[in-house]
Nanobody
Framework: QVQFVESGGGLVQPGGSLRLSCAASGTIFSIYAMGWYRQAPGKQREMVAVIRNGGSRNYADSVRGRFTISRDNAKNTVTLQMNSLKPEDTAVYYC????????WGQGTLVTVSS
């Protein structure tokens, strides 16, 4: 079973950028849609962005125009470029299939604060 390891989080000021990476322990080629999700303190996990084989993407309204999801099936990685970060983007970020197909990893914490 494929497992995912997220990295790249950290503390950033409002307006800053971060690039998150998701490394899979196996091939992601067979996973039609891959997604980034986030869970803020006291809130439910939510979908942030989805990318499908073939390249089509969907974004949550709250991040559209600021975040970009990409995948590299040859390297079994999924990335999330986050620009113009806002304090409300503070959360633990996870990757998984869409819908989620395996257990959740540890995630990577993103904190947007001045």
């Amino acid at each position: 079973q494929v497992q995912f390891v997220e990295s790249g989080g950290g503390l950033v000021q409002p307006g800053g950028s971060l690039r998150l990476s998701c490394a899979a322990s196996g091939t992601i080629f067979s996973i039609y849609a891959m997604g980034w999700y986030r869970q803020a303190p006291g809130k439910q996990r939510e979908m942030v962005a989805v990318i499908r084989n073939g390249g089509s993407r969907n974004y949550a309204d709250s991040v559209r125009g600021r975040f970009t999801i990409s995948r590299d099936n040859a390297k079994n990685t999924v990335t999330l470029q986050m620009n113009s970060l806002k304090p409300e983007d503070t959360a633990v970020y996870y990757c998984n299939g869409s819908p989620a197909s395996v257990g959740w990893g540890q995630g990577t914490l993103v904190t947007v604060s001045s």
